[in-house]
Structures are given as structure tokens and as C-alpha cells.
């Protein structure tokens, strides 16, 4: 089984390229950590195949909500909201991070997504 | 003391905004690993203050190597080699992570690198 650890950005937001790298950042690692504790099989599997990481983008923040809405009831997931010093109000959600998970089940759920 | 988490990415290679998210966050999830083995005080430290990520960019490969040569030693970093399936070489390093490490000790080293 393939695993892999998926990204999902706002990109209505329109963040700079830092601000994306440190939304994503925070994303991958607060997923990988619910991941741990829920499913540590899966998180060594990832890593033994390489730690793959996609990342995806939505156009609004009601599209990002209502994924993590569905998402996090099946699968490990994040959601991060900026801290609101730089570019963004406080609070609001930019990113979503789900898993490591097996590829072949989260992509029934992100096939229409398209790659940031 | 405040710490941070520093990251740190190649702008030469003209990495697109999904390419700086997954290193990004490679990086990031790489040092955070190895910082929860060698300073776990300062995960703590970190997460308790809001885990902050800052992305710093360097102009060319030689830079990047230079300044992990320079901080491997000193606190905990990743280097991340890309893996080849997208855009850049197999191997091609892109990326640096540092810590969570203090803010302070961290600063004499990258003040002069600008944000991504």
C-alpha cells in the first residue's frame, strides 16, 4: 500500500511564497503528528517509501472547511489558521494536512483537486 | 527564551509555490524530528509559544551547503535532496531546517538572508 501525506492551501488568499512555505509547514507537521498517535504503522510505512507529500489547492475558505469537515472524522487532519502577524487576519484558515494516509483511499476524496 | 523553527530554501531553482510548499515542509518536519531527540525541552518551549516557523531563501546551491556545513554541528538541521519525480535533478539539494532552536542563538547566522 501507498501512502502518502496530503497539503491542501488556500489559494484565494493569495499568499506569498514564504507564507505559503510556513502555512504548509505547519500543516505537514501537526498532521504527521495526529498521525502518530492514531496510526503509527502508517507513518512508518511513509517514511520507509519516502515521505511523499502532495500538495493541493482549493479556491475558498468554505471549500477548505468543508473538507476538513469530511476529512477528519476518517482520516488524521489538521487545520491551521494564521496567527495573524504577517499578510493575514488573525484566525484565518489557510491549510489543511491529512495523514500520511493510503493514497489509494484519500483520493477518492481529493481527485478533483489540482496540484498548488 | 523564544524559539523558532528556521527554514530555509533555494530561490535559484525557481521552485514553483507547490514545489516550496512540499520542501518546505520536508525540511521542517526533518528538523523537528531530529530536534525531539537531541532537545526536546526546546519542542516544548517552542510549541507552548506558537511554534514558529520563519522562511529565509539563499541564491545558489553553494550557499545552502555552506551555511548547513556551518550549523549541522551546532544545532539539529535537515538537508533536503530533492527526489528527482518533479521539475529539479534527483539529489539537487533545495532546502535547510533548523531546529526549533533560540531565537537568539539562531540569529547571529542568518541575519543577513532575507525572507523567502
Known amino acids: 500500500m501507498e501512502y502518502k501525506q496530503v497539503i491542501i492551501l488556500r489559494k484565494d488568499l493569495g499568499m506569498g511564497k514564504g507564507k505559503i512555505a510556513a502555512q504548509s509547514s505547519h500543516a505537514s507537521?501537526?498532521?504527521?503528528?495526529k498521525t502518530l498517535i492514531k496510526d503509527p504503522k502508517a507513518v512508518e510505512e511513509w517514511k520507509n517509501q519516502g515521505q511523499a507529500k502532495i500538495v493541493l489547492k482549493v479556491n475558498s475558505k468554505e471549500e477548505l472547511l468543508e473538507l476538513f469537515q469530511e476529512l477528519k472524522n476518517l482520516f488524521p487532519c489538521s487545520l491551521i489558521k494564521d496567527a495573524g502577524r504577517t499578510q493575514i487576519a488573525a484566525g484565518e484558515p489557510?491549510?489543511?494536512?491529512?495523514?500520511?494516509?493510503?493514497?489509494?483511499e484519500i483520493n477518492k476524496f481529493t481527485k478533483e483537486l489540482k496540484l498548488l
Open 94 to 104: 489557510t491549510a489543511v494536512g491529512i495523514g500520511p494516509v493510503p493514497e489509494s
Open 29 to 33: 507537521l501537526e498532521a504527521y503528528e
